[in-house]
């Protein structure tokens, strides 16, 4: 099964950009779909992009469209979430997940492995 570290996390004012990473070991994420979902205390975990390494295809949430982007950087065995123009209403924990099913899915039942998460933060 593979591990997964989230990184990148931190405060930032509104308006702002984050980059997570999320490092993969014990696979190749190449044969994964790998998902970036959130969660804010007290609220159900929802997702917010996906991808499927093999061949790039990616799947946004409503609230992200245009301002997050997602990508898979095979030599690094590493997928990014690129977050621009943040919002308060983004403030969350990050977790990246992934899975070998071979759809697009914002479903966090659809994923096995899961990162420890990575604490975003926006505020003045």
């Known amino acids: 099964q593979v591990q997964l570290v989230e990184s990148g996390g931190g405060l930032v004012q509104p308006g702002g950009s984050l980059r997570l990473s999320c490092a993969a070991s014990g696979h190749t994420l190449d044969d994964y779909i790998i998902g970036w979902f959130r969660q804010v205390p007290g609220k159900e975990r929802e997702g917010v992009a996906c991808?499927?390494?093999?061949?790039?295809?990616?799947y946004y949430a409503d609230f992200v469209k245009g301002r997050f982007t997602i990508s898979h950087d095979s030599a690094k065995n590493t997928v990014y979430l690129q977050m621009n123009r943040l919002k308060p209403e983004d403030t969350a924990v990050y977790y990246c997940?992934?899975?070998?099913?071979?759809?697009?899915?914002?479903?966090?039942?659809?994923?096995?492995?899961w990162g420890q998460g990575t604490q975003v933060t926006i505020s003045e």
């Open positions: 991808i499927l390494a093999r061949d790039g295809g990616t």
């Open positions: 997940a992934a899975d070998v099913s071979g759809w697009l899915s914002l479903t966090d039942t659809d994923f096995t492995s």
